[in-house]
Every structure is written in C-alpha cells, then in structure tokens.
C-alpha cells in the first residue's frame, strides 16, 4: 500500500486506548514481508525488522497506537447511553459529534446527543457541557432496544470522521491523527531502513494506552533496553492559535523538536544532534517548549537508568477532536528525519548524550 492508503487505513481504524487490535492488525500487514513481530497483553506490538543483525545495541522507534475514545458507563431507560472519556477532550465540540461503539457483532454508529434549540430553556443554553448531561444516542427506544443492539457497559466508542486526502495542496483530513500518523511515520521509516547500511539495529514499538497515562510504554520499557529512543508523535498545531512570534508547530513547518513538557525534559545532546542532522540533510524543522501536554518520551527517558530520547511530531491541527487537518510533506519530513538519524547514530555518539 502507498503512503496516503497506510495513512487511511491506521486513522479510520477504531483503537481507543486498551483496545487498539485493529491498529496492530495494520501494523502486521504492512512490516510482514521484512519484520518479526511479538504482541503482550497490553496490545504493545514489538516489531525486530530482519535486517538487523542481532547481536548490536538498538535504537528505539516508539509510536503510540491509541486513540482518544469513549466508553459506555450505563445504558439509561430511555435507551441512550451514559459514557465517559478515554483520554483529554474538549467536552464543548462533543455535542452532535458521530461516534461509533462497539458491540458483539462489530461497531455501530451513534451521536453524541444535542437538545435542539426550540426545546431548551435559557439556563440549559448556557450550562457548561458535561458528561453528567451527555448522553450517545444510538436510535433505541429502550435499554432494552439498546441491548439487543448488542451494546454493553465497558463497550469502547471512537469518533466516525470521514478520511480525506487534497492531493493537489498535500492536505490531509480525519480522525486520529494522533498518533497514526506517528504509527505510520514510524512503519514507513523501517521500510525504508531495509536499503541502508546502519551501524545499529532498530527495534519499534507500537505502543498502547498513551493517551490515559503512557501505561504501554512504561510495561514495554521492562522488556527494552534501547540505547536511544525516537518517540514519533502527532502533536497540536499552534499556527491557527498562537500570536505568530509563539508559533512553534506549523503546518508545512516540518518536524517539531520538542525540548520540552509538562512530562519531560528530552535529552537535550539528543535534541540538538538531531537538529543538526535535519539541518544538513535539508529536511524542515521547528523547535518548540510546551508549558502542557506529555508524552512517551517521559517513560523513556526515565527506564534503565535513563535512556536518551527525542519526540519528532507531526503537527495537527485540532487534534485530540473528531477531524484533524496534517500536511504531507510534514509526515515525510518526519520518516525522513527517522531514517536520518538511524543512518547516522553510533554508540559512541549515543554515549555521548
């Protein structure tokens, strides 16, 4: 499959947080003909491409595969469905939002419910949203109608977003773009990775859960040992929101180095050799320090005494709602800057961090 049928196909696959196994399905397909695979029980999938030699250090590229979700709590008597967040949201874009939750015989659609103007009062037009006043409505009548449906508390639900792709201006649009668009960073990069002569193994890591504390990686770090870690993320976008001289993660800006978090210091020798290997490879990038936000890198950084780390992102725009907007060629700069660093990373560079 080609890039933007990669990218598709992760972002319109359903995998909120604990249950990404459509993801990891994908993930298979794509890397079977050149990888081997080993999944645990937190859906972490660990990929040891067959170029490797076996007996070297490795470098780490890590890629998150969940998604920010839903999960029905209870099924109410008028056949609506009480549910709560997996993951950060914004509760006042929610309202009217399409969902599909799943059930014991695949997803089905649903709404996110929004009280027409015509029957609210002036104090419910101007009540703060809240999942104790959200309800998804799937057509029943009853709860009963609900059950037959096949849903059930612990059901998961994720956005139903429409995947488009502007060729002409490299435009990308859907759900998910956090972090499948990471996922397929990281998937592409070890593809390419087949033709080059690296002093190194690659070991990657599609990792579960981040979105409601990094729990994937922090199991995964247990079983790793990487001498560094590439942590490929789909990360906000600021350029439609920040005063210009704070824009620090454009569309069309390339990758974002991320210094920074609420969450993490990345290893700053890392950070800057990186940024180096972009700047004489030509490959676009832009650094930013975020007061918010975390990542795997934070697990990383921390696990065996300390591992070096850096977070390359993709920028998008509107994330962590039900419809992203990314750029291509920020997509590419990123696999090209993974496949960079890969080619030129050494040990004795890497003790150097």
Avoid at 35 to 58: A, Q, T, V
Avoid at 191 to 219: N, P
Avoid at 245 to 268: E, F, K, S
Avoid at 315 to 332: G, L, Q
Wanted: one cysteine or more; glycine letters at 8%.
């Amino acid at each position: 499959m080609n890039d933007i049928q990669l990218i598709e196909r992760l972002t319109q696959a359903r995998g909120a947080s604990g249950f990404e196994d459509e993801v990891l399905a994908i993930a298979r397909e794509y890397c079977g003909d050149f990888c081997d695979f080993e999944e645990d029980s937190m859906r972490n999938l660990y990929i040891r491409p067959r170029f490797n030699k076996g007996n070297r250090p490795y470098i780490l590229l890590d890629a998150h595969s969940d998604e920010v979700g839903f999960m029905v709590q209870a099924i109410k008597p008028d056949g609506t469905l009480r549910f709560i967040p997996i993951g950060g949201w914004n509760e006042k874009a929610l309202p009217s939002s399409k969902v599909q939750i799943y059930t014991k015989t695949g997803y089905i659609s649903g709404v996110i419910a929004a009280a027409p103007p015509h029957l609210m009062s002036v104090e419910q037009k101007n009540a703060p949203v809240s999942y104790d006043n959200l309800t998804i409505d799937v057509g029943a009548c009853s709860a009963k109608e609900a059950e037959e449906l096949g849903i059930a508390v612990g059901a998961p639900a994720v956005p139903l977003s429409l995947f488009e792709y502007n060729e002409k201006h490299g435009i990308l649009q859907g759900k998910a773009f956090d972090d499948r668009l990471g996922v397929a960073a990281m998937l592409k990069c070890l593809k390419l990775l087949q033709k080059e002569k690296l002093t190194l193994d690659v070991v990657a890591v599609v990792s579960s859960q981040e979105e409601v504390g990094e729990r994937g990686i922090t199991a995964a770090m247990h079983r790793l040992k990487p001498l560094a870690a590439i942590c490929f993320e789909g990360c906000p976008a600021d350029d439609t929101i920040a005063p210009p001289y704070m824009v620090q993660d454009a569309l069309h800006g390339g990758v974002m180095l991320r210094h920074m978090d609420r969450t993490v210091i990345c290893t700053p020798r890392f950070t800057a050799f990186a940024q180096k290997t972009a700047e004489e490879n030509g490959i676009k990038v832009q650094m930013a320090v975020r007061s918010g936000g975390g990542n795997n890198g934070a697990y990383i950084i921390s696990a065996n005494g300390g591992t070096p780390v850096i977070v390359a992102g993709i920028p998008v725009r509107y994330i962590h709602t039900f419809n992203c907007i990314a750029a291509v060629d920020d997509f590419n700069s990123n696999v090209d800057l993974g496949v960079a660093l890969c080619k030129s990373l050494t040990e004795d560079i890497i003790k150097g961090f």
